[in-house]
């Protein structure tokens, strides 16, 4: 067996990355907390969109959608995806719209590849300037004072004839405001084994500082992290749905 470092655009591997993601499912959700909340609008803008996948369940609900991403080659895949959408190449702690949108979302935990505190909050005020009165801001965060640094997540995937192992973890250092998640992406062919393996920079925050940053903006509604039940979020898990109407 020979092991090498899998050197490649992470968009190669992204949809098999999140094959266990049950797309439909987050979507619904997130229309279901749209027709509770929001101005009853259809314009709708999904940050770090990735390769579209939750964008192709608002189409077909009958949103409007476009996406904005910082990695072309995933945009081009959500283009084949969705070619009723558009798309554009823009950072989520600066990017603007040419015309407000009702809803805008962020599914993943991406909302923490704002690295930092001062980025984070101006994607608020960015999201604030590109939403409808009324509108709906919508994204699933962690709380760092829940991160396990010894928990991780995996599963496996096949394609081509390989097999691919995923594993992916927060690690916080107990303290500050940045946070790291851990990749790790194997590729085994036959006798031959790749391996692929990163520490993305992120935001750690505690949910009751980002409800504060967020409350500059919008009126804060946070649920459990569980998209199939609706129910508030009670303290004592570190995930959760943040629900954000703009005043």
């Not at 909340?37 to 189409?59: E, K, S, V, W």
């Not at 006798?191 to 990163?198: K, L, S």
């Not at 967020?214 to 998209?227: A, I, M, P, S, T």
Request: aromatic fraction near 12%; include cysteine; hydrophobic fraction near 40%.
């Amino acid at each position: 067996m020979s092991e090498t470092v899998l050197y490649t655009d992470l968009s190669a591997y992204y949809d098999l990355m999140c094959a266990d993601i049950n797309y439909q499912a987050q979507s619904e959700c997130v229309m279901r907390l749209d027709q509770i909340f929001g101005n009853a609008g259809h314009q709708h803008l999904d940050m770090a969109c990735g390769t579209g996948p939750h964008i192709r369940y608002f189409l077909d609900s009958g949103y409007q959608s476009q996406g904005l991403d910082l990695n072309q080659p995933m945009l081009d895949k959500a283009q084949i995806r969705c070619p009723e959408a558009t798309f554009s190449l823009q950072n989520m702690c600066s990017f603007s719209v040419e015309q407000p949108v009702d809803l805008i979302t962020c599914f993943l935990y991406s909302i923490h590849y704002s690295g930092d505190i001062a980025p984070l909050e101006a994607c608020f005020e960015a999201v604030s300037g590109a939403l409808t009165e009324g509108g709906v801001f919508c994204f699933n965060s962690v709380d760092k004072r829940f991160i396990d640094n010894q928990s991780s997540v995996a599963h496996s995937a096949e394609q081509d004839g390989s097999l691919f192992d995923f594993r992916s973890g927060w690690f916080y250092e107990g303290q500050g405001s940045k946070q790291l998640l851990r990749l790790v992406i194997q590729k085994t062919s036959g006798d031959q084994v790749e391996v692929w393996q990163d520490s993305h920079p992120m935001v750690a925050v505690a949910f009751p500082e980002l409800t504060l940053l967020l409350e500059k903006h919008f009126d804060v509604f946070v649920f459990e992290h569980d998209y199939d039940k609706l129910l508030p979020w009670e303290g004592q898990t570190g995930n959760a749905i943040f629900v954000c109407v703009k005043r």
